[in-house]
């Protein structure tokens, strides 16, 4: 769906962003990497591999727009380093 703020266009997107193609840049907001794997580790029954939900909408997010920059708003980590750090570096 595309939006106009202070006459700039936008592009909002159904798996949780906006692109700003003037910039070609791409805003991400509350990620929560990790969050998952720390419910699990904490006794929550939650099926393993869903966290990896989180990559393929990054990666499906970053093929389709191709932006230069991605800035990341807030909640990219859900708890304390942990394995998913070392994935997202990746």
Same mark, same amino acid.
């Given at each position: 769906?595309?939006?106009?703020?202070?006459?700039?266009?936008? *592009?909002?997107?159904?798996?949780?962003? #906006?692109?700003?193609? $003037? &910039? =070609?840049?791409?805003?991400?907001?509350?990620?929560?990497?990790?969050?998952?794997?720390?419910?699990?580790?904490?006794?929550?029954?939650?099926?393993?591999?869903?966290?990896? *939900?989180?990559?393929?909408?990054?990666? #499906?997010?970053?093929? $389709? &727009? =191709?932006?230069?920059?991605?800035?990341?708003?807030?909640?990219?980590?859900?708890?304390?380093?942990?394995?998913?750090?070392?994935?997202?570096?990746?």
């Amino acid at each position: 769906m595309q939006i106009q703020i202070h006459q700039e266009d936008f *592009q909002l997107d159904a798996l949780g962003a #906006l692109f700003w193609p $003037k &910039y =070609q840049a791409l805003f991400i907001a509350d990620v929560h990497l990790g969050k998952t794997e720390h419910f699990r580790k904490n006794g929550a029954a939650i099926p393993q591999g869903i966290g990896s *939900q989180n990559y393929k909408r990054l990666d #499906l997010l970053l093929q $389709k &727009y =191709q932006p230069q920059q991605v800035y990341f708003l807030g909640d990219l980590f859900h708890s304390d380093k942990n394995q998913d750090w070392e994935k997202f570096e990746a």
